[in-house]
């Protein structure tokens, strides 16, 4: 396993058109994680999965995104509508949960939207 | 609120340097994570801690659960030492909380 990896790397779009990018955890990984960040910001939180299942949304997820893992295994995010503020670094993360509460996040690469 | 507050923001070093990077946080927490990002994006997950000290290589990772710090070490410092350190903590839930990052140049 190469670990986890997002799909485009890089996206430019207009403004008010939809995107929407995919994430593949670690084959192994049941939770899955979204955080966006911003230029010369740390990442942000968006959502986290626990298989199937959307476990807990921040109030930065406005009703224009919708996340998705269907069948527990890769993640859909979807911006609708995009605005130049929704221009980011979108990351993914995956991890384990377990009997620990101590579990490791490993992240992907990164899509990076430009919203013109 | 939850926070998460690194310092400094900017760090410029020798190489050869010993630099230390500080988190320091809120509330009690159940995991502290150090970071690395370089340019482009990728995030390298270096160390996680709940308690004590951690060293791997040249880094060393410690936390004070008390007094809600933690800080990251690197000995001998190198330019490919040159990135963003982010310190993150998890709460009562799983979802990691970010500072905003220090970073690290080291010229040789």
């Known amino acids: 396993d190469t670990g986890v990896s997002q799909d485009p790397r890089h996206k430019i779009t207009k403004r008010g058109q939809n995107v929407t990018f995919r994430c593949d955890p670690i084959?192994?990984?049941?939770?899955l994680y979204w955080y966006r960040q911003t230029l010369g910001q740390g990442p942000e939180f968006l959502t986290y999965f626990q298989n199937e299942a959307q476990l807990e949304k921040s109030r930065l997820l406005s009703d224009r995104f919708s996340a998705e893992r269907p069948k527990g295994s890769f993640s859909t995010l979807e911006i609708q509508r995009t605005e130049q503020g929704d221009s980011a670094m979108y990351l993914c993360?995956?991890?384990?949960?377990?009997?620990?509460?101590?579990?490791?996040?490993?992240f992907g690469p990164g899509t990076r939207l430009t919203v013109l | 609120k939850n926070e998460v507050e690194q310092s400094p923001q900017n760090l410029t070093a020798q190489e050869g340097e010993f630099i230390t990077i500080n988190c320091s946080y809120s509330?009690?927490?159940?995991?502290l994570h150090w970071l690395q990002q370089h340019p482009g994006g990728g995030i390298v997950s270096l160390f996680m801690l709940s308690s004590g000290k951690k060293k791997h290589g040249r880094l060393i990772a410690t936390i004070n659960i008390q007094e809600k710090h933690s800080s990251l070490h690197i000995t001998a410092s190198h330019p490919r030492d040159s990135a963003v350190y982010i310190c993150a903590v998890r709460f009562n839930t799983d979802k990691l909380i970010f500072g905003t990052g220090t970073r690290l140049q080291v010229f040789p």
């Open positions: 993360a995956s991890s384990v949960a377990g009997s620990r509460s101590y579990n490791e996040q490993f």
């Open positions: 084959s192994e990984h049941n939770r």
């Open positions: 509330v009690g927490i159940s995991a």
